[in-house]
């Protein structure tokens, strides 16, 4: 993996800004929680039933060069009995100036299942096969009203 490009941080975030003039980026509203209130129509959400609701975040990804400037990789989301939620490609490509770059994913909807920890594993091609190489946790409260 050492001539691959390398993961160094991935952070989840309701937003985020980069200036124009100095490149430097700034991260908005961290999500560490997620408070979901239930309508009262719904009573017990069936265990195994994935439900999603409209919710705007990004997950942000900081990588380095290698010998190479790019690679393959996924975002998946797992719920807290281990179940695999959503997944997604991605590919980065460092610019040969460059070296490192930031991928900038806006998700629009969140999956769920029921309250716990939630994580967002960020997967990299390494040969024919993708290994996880980061795990960001968040939480998911469900309050029923």
């Known amino acids: 993996m050492t001539n691959q490009i390398r993961h160094v941080w991935t952070v989840i975030c309701q937003k985020s800004s980069i200036d124009t003039n100095s490149n430097l980026l700034s991260l908005f509203e961290i999500l560490e929680k997620v ?29 380095r060069k290698g010998s190479q400037n790019k690679g393959e990789g996924k975002v998946r989301l797992v719920s807290p009995e281990g179940k695999q939620l959503n997944e997604f490609p991605f590919e980065v490509v460092i610019p040969q100036n460059l070296s490192a770059y930031r991928v900038v994913a806006k998700v629009s909807g969140l999956s769920f299942t029921t309250s716990g920890e ?4 960020i997967l990299q091609k390494v040969g024919k096969e993708f290994q996880v190489v980061a795990e960001v946790p968040f939480d998911i409260v469900i309050h029923k009203q």
């Not at 017990?44 to 999603?52: A, D, F, W, Y």
């Not at 939630?118 to 594993?121: C, L, T, V």
């Open 35 to 63: 408070d979901i209130n239930l309508n009262p129509a719904v009573q017990n959400i069936p265990e195994g039933q994935v439900l999603s609701i409209p919710f705007n975040f990004e997950i942000i990804s900081y990588w």
């Open 118 to 121: 939630y994580k967002i594993e």
